[in-house]
């Protein structure tokens, strides 16, 4: 930390814990003699002195002579505006027009444009140009108010107002002719008022050019009339030419000068000029603001009380929970009070709320301010509100439900892609009741024909491919070759997996590698590994050096993931020591992910922990910037017994936990918790997750939950566990995995009262939130009625959804209901088309089902070579399931499916799956032995029949039993189904 960033963090720690013991207004703290000159003004219904202190309080006070910044007080300014237009006289006019503009922009409090229009005509009746204007401008803003509009702009024009001629021109049913004729008047009105000294006009012609196009000559014209403007005295255009002078993409750019306008401004009391600059310095902005003057301002704003400022920079004082709760309290009740009117900081300080950056998380509260936003006219804000609400179904209230759809539909009617595509998504995900995809596909469709974007293409896609019907679902493959042709990767993902399980259009190898290997040379590695799976899927003996060569191509071409996943594929497929080489080729040029690998593959060969250490000293050196890769090494390095690695990568993860990088945390307590390295210390492990779990870490009540609940650790308390997990939902009513967390508490009984129905429900929201694997257990529940009414169709697109989101387990159970007829009736070629995309994604139970039916010729044509290639495949894996895979391969060899009988081969592959756990294995190979009939044979038979028995093989007990070696007293059967299959 760099000197003057500790002296701020003195400064910041110092005013902030008073500002702590005081209430915060947010931008709105004045001294106190002007809040006392409105009470005794109001008494003494001085209507004139009451618009003075209000423009003044509106403008700014200044906080003290050593501080310039002027702060105003919009509440107690439009308190005595309010009071000021009650009083006839000669300034009444004047205070309702100022009044009616603070109700337009929010300033003090809620929009109310029905008022602000009402305010506004009765001072057009006085022949108040600006009030013709403002008024005319918002009418025009608003659905069947046209020739209102119309009306009031032309008497601004007529009593000099310029600016209007551009809104008349603009206005709906204007010529092309009439717009230029306009446009002309009004320029040619303003530049007279300016060469007569008038500052606003000159202000105006800067917003004119400004606004005008992109176009550098439209740009350096507004800047030459806003620094007119600021000639004549007009402040607010200082700050405009500051942004101009700011803009990186204008020839004109000049950063140094930006950060003197900027402070030009901020010493003449704009706070706004003063935020810019310490934005621009926190961003990393493109003006390289310097630190004195970042040093400066932000003293200066926290000085004034600056919400905002106090937002951005709360972190670096390093707050308890309780300061940090209390603190958050008061920005949330100053910005609701309406302190913050910049919508900006407004939709900042919703993002903080809603993200947990610098206050305690609550999606509630930025739902709130994201609300008001938009009820000020805020698009930013609306888009903001309406993807919570479609993304968080317990922010679904009727009020923001109402609001969304309200300003969502001017949106979309006015044509805008962004408001039809939101509104489609509001349909798509339910948030009026029942999903609806005819209203989504609809909405989506006219934003197709507003625009032709890769967004909505994808989303169009999406929904025809969550249908349950096949024909549907075909219908999204135009909408997924459009938007694979505009560019997008994610298309080109599912337009190269279309053609290669041959679904929903008719199955093309070849198209099909060509975009994947099109996706790779966009950096696409998802493409590459379903790439070299595809190879794979369709066998032959070129397959395994087909899916070599892409991972190669890419490494050559310098993809930086490409050696790490190459060396997972080599690693799944029994090359460990091809892994190695590439890892080792790939960390010498400096790829730290590459080497963090590679010392975790050596260590594993190795069973020692010290092994490859080198390799993360390395990995150090080297280290990339990208915070999960930090994660990832410094739990690495917690592995060997170096004691300096281990003290650096703990050192590293607590500076990561302190960044609020996801996984830290949880990383750094495994330290303690689990030993990793020389540390040993569960309760210090529990401590830190109890810190984390105070400032509001999802991963740390998660993982204090699972500790619980499993008993691993610590002593099994279900009832905490299940507290721990609603904390946690709490914080995100939504939060995916705390749902499931709950859902498998109700279905187990465990710490609450076992519950199905109740089960589902948390299955339902996890879903709903996105979780794959809550898609896949909902879509389970369906299938068999569990806690919810059987549904074989909803069960079977739930089931589709998940897998086609990633969940790979899915494909399997999909597989599973038209290969067994649990859910719909037997369809063979779609059990292996189900079984063979679920093998191209790794599942290892769906490279078994895909590899039988190969060699069988169950549901498409017997390939017996591919068919062993993903039984090999599988039995390399290091799930629950590989040695199925391998006793699968000896049943090949032993009975000659698809192959020679080989019974040295299939000995081998029953050895190796009964040494890798598999009981089937155990038994038939004692069966065997026991048929050899030697003394030594028979104590090899009784040697696997003991190690199955142990893993509760109930035949293997029986048959111990009858030989006189053995009872089943040692073994718990419980639970266990004796069908007599293995004899």
Do not use: C
Not at 45 to 56: H, P, R, T
Not at 471 to 490: C, D, H, L, T, V
Request: charged content about 25%.
């Amino acid at each position: 930390m760099t000197l003057y960033q500790k002296n701020l963090v003195v400064l910041l720690a110092t005013t902030y814990l008073a500002l702590l013991s005081t209430p915060l207004v947010a931008t709105a703290q004045v001294t106190a003699t002007p809040a006392e000159q409105v009470d005794l003004l109001i008494q003494q219904n001085d209507g004139e002195g009451l618009l003075k202190i209000a423009k003044q309080l509106r403008s700014g006070v200044v906080v003290s002579t050593d501080n310039s910044l002027k702060v105003p007080n919009y509440p107690k300014a439009r308190q005595a505006l309010e009071a000021a237009v009650t009083v006839a006289g000669i300034k009444q006019a004047e205070a309702k027009l100022v009044l009616a503009k603070m109700l337009l922009s929010g300033e003090g409090g809620l929009v109310d444009v029905d008022r602000a229009l009402g305010l506004l005509d009765d001072v057009v009746k006085t022949g108040n140009a600006e009030a013709a204007y403002v008024r005319g401008q918002k009418l025009a803003s608003l659905p069947n108010r046209a020739q209102e509009a119309r009306d009031n702009l032309n008497l601004a024009l007529r009593l000099g107002d310029g600016a209007a001629a551009f809104e008349l021109a603009k206005l709906a049913g204007s010529t092309p002719e009439q717009a230029t004729a306009m446009t002309s008047f009004g320029l040619n009105l303003l530049r007279q008022r300016v060469a007569r000294g008038d500052a606003g006009a000159a202000f105006d012609l800067g917003g004119y050019y400004r606004r005008l196009s992109d176009k550098p000559e439209d740009q350096k014209e507004a800047l030459a009339w806003y620094r007119k403007s600021a000639q004549l005295g007009q402040a607010t255009a200082v700050v405009w030419v500051a942004r101009l002078l700011g803009n990186p993409d204008m020839p004109f750019f000049d950063p140094a000068a930006a950060v003197e306008q900027y402070q030009a401004a901020a010493r003449d009391g704009s706070i706004e000029a003063a935020e810019e600059l310490v934005r621009d310095f926190t961003d990393a902005g493109p003006l390289k603001v310097p630190p004195k003057v970042y040093d400066l301002w932000i003293a200066k704003l926290i000085d004034a009380k600056d919400a905002t400022a106090v937002l951005y920079y709360s972190q670096a004082m390093q707050e308890t929970a309780e300061q940090r709760r209390l603190s958050s309290d008061q920005l949330y009740e100053a910005t609701m009070s309406g302190g913050v009117a910049n919508v900006e900081d407004l939709i900042r300080i919703g993002e903080s709320f809603r993200d947990g950056a610098g206050v305690v998380i609550d999606q509630t509260r930025a739902a709130n301010i994201f609300r008001l936003g938009a009820r000020n006219g805020s698009n930013a804000a609306l888009t903001r509100l309406a993807h919570l609400v479609i993304d968080a179904p317990s922010l679904r209230s009727q009020e923001n439900v109402a609001l969304a759809l309200e300003k969502l539909n001017g949106l979309a009617a006015k044509g805008s892609v962004s408001g039809q595509l939101l509104l489609g998504d509001m349909y798509a995900k339910g948030v009026f009741g029942q999903a609806d995809e005819t209203k989504a596909i609809e909405l989506y469709s006219r934003a197709l024909a507003t625009a032709e974007s890769v967004e909505v293409l994808n989303r169009l896609a999406e929904v025809y491919l969550s249908s349950s019907d096949i024909e549907k679902r075909k219908k999204a493959f135009p909408y997924i070759a459009r938007a694979s042709r505009a560019g997008s990767e994610s298309a080109m993902l599912k337009e190269a997996e279309a053609y290669a399980n041959g679904e929903i259009v008719e199955q093309d190898f070849d198209r099909a590698v060509t975009l994947y290997k099109q996706a790779i040379s966009l950096g696409a590695t998802d493409a590459l590994v379903s790439l070299a799976n595809l190879y794979l899927s369709r066998g032959g003996e070129s397959a395994f050096h087909d899916a070599h060569e892409a991972f190669a191509d890419a490494i050559a071409t310098g993809n930086r993931e490409a050696p790490v996943e190459m060396a997972r594929f080599l690693k799944a497929n029994g090359k460990l020591d091809e892994a190695i080489d590439r890892l080792t080729a790939a960390a010498r040029k400096n790829n730290s992910p590459a080497a963090v690998e590679l010392y975790e593959y050596l260590s594993e060969r190795a069973q020692n922990p010290n092994v490859g250490v080198d390799w993360l000293r390395v990995a150090v050196k080297t280290m990339s910037e990208i915070p999960r890769e930090k994660v990832h090494l410094a739990s690495a390095m917690l592995m060997p017994t170096d004691i300096r690695l281990n003290l650096q990568g703990a050192s590293m993860l607590r500076e990561l936990a302190d960044a609020k990088i996801p996984g830290a945390a949880v990383a750094l307590s495994n330290v303690y918790i689990e030993g990793k390295g020389k540390a040993k210390d569960v309760r210090a492990g529990l401590e830190l997750l109890e810190q984390a779990s105070q400032k509001g870490d999802v991963d740390a009540l998660l993982k204090l939950g699972d500790l619980y609940m499993d008993g691993k650790y610590v002593e099994e308390d279900g009832e905490k566990a299940v507290g721990f997990y609603r904390a946690v939902i709490a914080l995100h009513p939504d939060d995916p995995t705390a749902n499931m967390r709950m859902a498998r508490a109700y279905r187990e009984g465990r710490g609450v009262e076992r519950n199905l129905t109740v089960a589902a429900t948390y299955l339902k929201t996890a879903s709903d939130a996105g979780s794959r694997m809550a898609t896949r257990d909902l879509g389970l529940a369906y299938m068999w009625g569990s806690g919810v009414k059987r549904e074989e169709d909803k069960a079977v697109q739930l089931l589709r959804s998940a897998a086609q989101h990633g969940f790979v387990f899915a494909w399997g159970d999909l597989a599973e209901t038209y290969g067994a007829a649990i859910g719909p009736d037997v369809d063979a070629s779609q059990n292996f088309r189900l079984n063979m995309r679920g093998a191209r994604e790794g599942h290892v139970s769906a490279m078994i089902g895909a590899g039988i039916a190969l060699l069988s010729g169950f549901g498409t044509q017997r390939d017996p070579e591919a068919g062993i290639l993903w039984l090999e495949r599988a039995s390399a894996g290091t799930g629950w399931d590989a040695p199925d895979a391998m006793y699968r391969l000896a049943e090949v060899y032993k009975y000659g499916i698809g192959v020679d009988k080989d019974p040295k081969k299939a000995r081998e592959w029953e050895l190796r799956a009964a040494n890798a756990g598999s009981t089937t294995a155990m038994f038939h190979l004692a069966l065997e032995f026991e048929a050899d009939n030697t003394d030594a044979s028979k104590a090899q038979a009784i040697k696997w029949l003991q190690k199955a028995r142990a893993l509760q093989h109930v035949q293997a007990a029986k048959k111990l039993k009858r030989m006189g070696a053995g009872d089943m007293s040692s073994v718990s059967m419980q639970g266990v189904e004796d069908d007599g299959v293995e004899e």
